[in-house]
Nanobody, 120 residues
Framework: VQLVVESGGGLVQTGGSLRLSCAASGSIFNIYRMAWYRQAPGKQRDLVAAITSGGSTDYADSVKGRFTISRDNAKNTVYLQMDSLKPEDTAVYYC??????????????WGQGTQVTVSS
């Protein structure tokens, strides 16, 4: 059972926009952070943006001013609005969920990834 599901990837031209969505299962208890990472071929997986349950955000320098992360706590959903896309944004984008169990045990969950391709 996939507990974290991304959607919204695709092919877009340089300068275009895409909006990614990530829905976490309601069975994941006490989510305190949701984030987007990306991994290009042959490269490591890097943080793109993160948001806490309180609304604090963090962005990679390469996407500041172009990407916006937002969250709907009631729906356990996080969004990534990507504007002014560049070819170097091409990667598989992964959603990551940080949570704690009812006993306070940390647990982390990854989505299956969604491909974003920006053509020049």
């Amino acid at each position: 059972v996939q507990l974290v599901v991304e959607s919204g990837g695709g092919l877009v031209q340089t300068g275009g926009s895409l909006r990614l969505s990530c829905a976490a299962s309601g069975s994941i208890f006490n989510i305190y952070r949701m984030a987007w990472y990306r991994q290009a071929p042959g490269k490591q997986r890097d943080l793109v943006a993160a948001i806490t349950s309180g609304g604090s955000t963090d962005y990679a320098d390469s996407v500041k001013g172009r990407f916006t992360i937002s969250r709907d706590n009631a729906k356990n959903t996080v969004y990534l609005q990507m504007d002014s896309l560049k070819p170097e944004d091409t990667a598989v984008y992964y959603c990551h969920v940080s949570a704690t169990s009812q006993l306070g045990v940390p647990n982390n969950h990854w989505g299956q990834g969604t491909q974003v391709t920006v053509s020049s």
